[in-house]
């Protein structure tokens, strides 16, 4: 399978603990977004890495969250002290970006259920 | 800020009748408007997309136009069947400050046998 990829599929854990999600994108792609996604909502931009650097954050992300893509390859993503308001699908997407276009494959994506 | 609105939230047609869905976006200056599909449980997937030097593309039964002046893009699905529901997704490709690309919040669609 070449499609994006992502680890855990599911995730339960207890208000305050930390976690860690991974992405592993589409080998080609220059791009890697986080999205998060509740019921009903469409993707919400958390942020994106254009190879190993990270361009935007999105303003509404606590200082709780980050994300690093070290090597311009696979990305994590990192909640510390987790609030129930967390819970959501994380979902990663990976992009072959140039001037006119930008489209994006996403993963399967991470459901994370805080306690 | 940028922002990405869609129409309806809901929508129901019977099977074989079409279907629209329309959004409006708030960055001129955006070029890239894709569309995407998401069945229950399942990631979003890209079903069309349409660049800003093109009105309008079509692709068996889905078609898209752009209306750049007004900026507002739609989704048009024709004899739609009932494999066609799902939650739509409209998105526009911003250039404010680093590019990237803004969804709207969905249509849900339901087509009734």
């Known amino acids: 399978d070449t499609g994006v990829s992502q680890d855990p599929r599911h995730k339960i854990t207890k208000r305050g603990q930390n976690v860690t999600f991974r992405c592993d994108p589409i080998?080609?792609?220059?791009?890697l977004y986080w999205y998060r996604q509740t019921l009903g909502q469409g993707p919400e931009f958390l942020t994106y890495?254009?190879?190993?650097?990270?361009?935007?954050k999105s303003r509404l992300l606590s200082d709780r969250f980050s994300a690093e893509r070290p090597k311009g390859s696979f990305s994590t993503l990192e909640i510390q002290r987790t609030e129930q308001g967390d819970s959501a699908m994380y979902l990663c997407?990976?992009?072959?970006?140039?001037?006119?276009?930008?489209?994006?494959?996403f993963g399967p994506g991470t459901r994370l259920t805080v306690l | 800020g940028e922002n990405v609105e869609q129409h309806p939230s809901t929508l129901s047609v019977q099977e074989g009748d079409s279907a629209v869905i329309k959004c409006t976006y708030s960055?001129?200056?955006?070029?890239?408007f894709p569309w995407y599909k998401q069945e229950l449980g399942k990631r979003p997937q890209l079903i069309i997309d349409?660049?800003?030097?093109?009105g309008e593309k079509k692709d068996q039964r889905i078609a898209v136009t752009l209306n750049k002046t007004a900026k507002h893009f739609s989704l048009h699905i024709t004899e739609t069947q009932p494999e066609d529901s799902a939650v739509y997704f409209c998105?526009?490709?911003?250039?404010?400050?680093?590019?990237?690309?803004?969804f709207g919040p969905g249509t849900s669609l339901s087509v009734i046998p």
């Open positions: 349409i660049r800003s030097n093109v």
């Open positions: 960055d001129s200056a955006s070029n890239y």
């Open positions: 998105a526009a490709r911003t250039k404010t400050s680093y590019d990237k690309v803004i």
């Open positions: 997407a990976s992009s072959f970006s140039s001037v006119s276009t930008d489209t994006q494959y």
């Open positions: 080998s080609e792609h220059n791009r």
């Open positions: 890495f254009q190879n190993e650097a990270q361009l935007e």
